[in-house]
């Protein structure tokens, strides 16, 4: 099974740029986007029903912004938006779905860049996610979580680390979130994969960054330690266009 997840940075605007297309050629298993930045009554029918998926959305109260959405060909036995706190769940950024071999938690994280406020508003975010999934693993729960994270980790997840070291996304106290999770039993799939290896699933477009792979790595599926041994790759599709994140992807042996 392939799973796979991406910032699609509006999803009207990536289907003018062969979405569907990439879909029926790529085939994912399940996949997960974030920022699809769409109402519900302005989604055409052939985003809502792709041939061969169920789809599932959550839209941000707020019009053009956020939200996220899962397309599967497997039907989950249960989909459930938010983790119950209104003020992170009024945004669309979480949508959970419940299969009979994991439960796959799609996010959409926040960006902390525009205010001091915000940024605290995506600390605690953090913190509500990782006591909802150790929620769910308490209970035997076998998890799946990707998205964007809007979080590199560590110097070789960043083109420019030093130039960065005081902005939102390699804050020390948001790198320092992600080792957390990994404290608690999460792992990095990808790194586990290839801890040395450079790329990117994500460029600025307003310095071309593309053009010269100035990206950052803030796109993961991390995995319980339970689940890590049905893991057999990770992968970042940098050559997939339409966005100016990439697609990401896990394949499991389930």
């Known amino acids: 099974m392939k799973i796979y997840s991406w910032n699609v940075n509006g999803i009207r605007a990536v289907h003018k740029k062969g979405f569907l297309d990439w879909v029926a050629e790529e085939g994912p298993d399940i996949l997960c986007l974030q920022e699809i930045r769409v109402q519900e009554d302005q989604l055409i029918n052939k985003l809502k029903e792709i041939d061969g998926y169920n789809s599932y959305f959550n839209y941000g109260e707020r019009k053009g912004y956020s939200g996220v959405a899962i397309y599967s060909k497997e039907k989950p036995l249960s989909v459930r938006n938010g983790i119950g706190i209104e003020r992170f769940d009024e945004e669309g950024r979480v949508i959970i779905a419940e299969y009979s071999e994991f439960t796959l938690i799609n996010i959409y994280f926040p960006n902390g860049r525009s205010s001091k406020k915000r ?23 076998r998890l799946v979580i990707c998205g964007d994270y ?22 020390p106290e948001e790198r320092a979130w992600l080792d957390k999770l990994i404290d608690h039993g999460y792992v990095d799939t990808y790194r ?20 010269r792979d100035a990206g950052w790595r803030i796109d993961y599926h991390f995995v319980s330690e339970n689940l890590m041994k049905e893991v057999s790759d990770a992968g970042i599709l940098t050559e997939v266009m339409g966005s100016d994140h990439c697609p990401v992807m896990i394949e499991l042996n389930i």
């Not at 940024?119 to 729960?141: M, P, R, T, V």
């Open 119 to 141: 940024l605290q508003y995506k600390l605690d975010f953090h913190e509500a996610i990782l006591e909802y999934c150790e929620e769910l693993k308490k209970n035997g729960k």
């Open 150 to 171: 809007n979080i590199a980790h560590t110097e070789i997840d960043l083109k420019n680390p030093k130039d960065n070291e005081d902005k939102s996304g390699f804050l």
């Open 192 to 211: 586990s994969f290839y801890p040395d290896k450079v790329k990117y699933s994500w460029w600025s477009y307003r310095t071309r960054a593309r053009e």
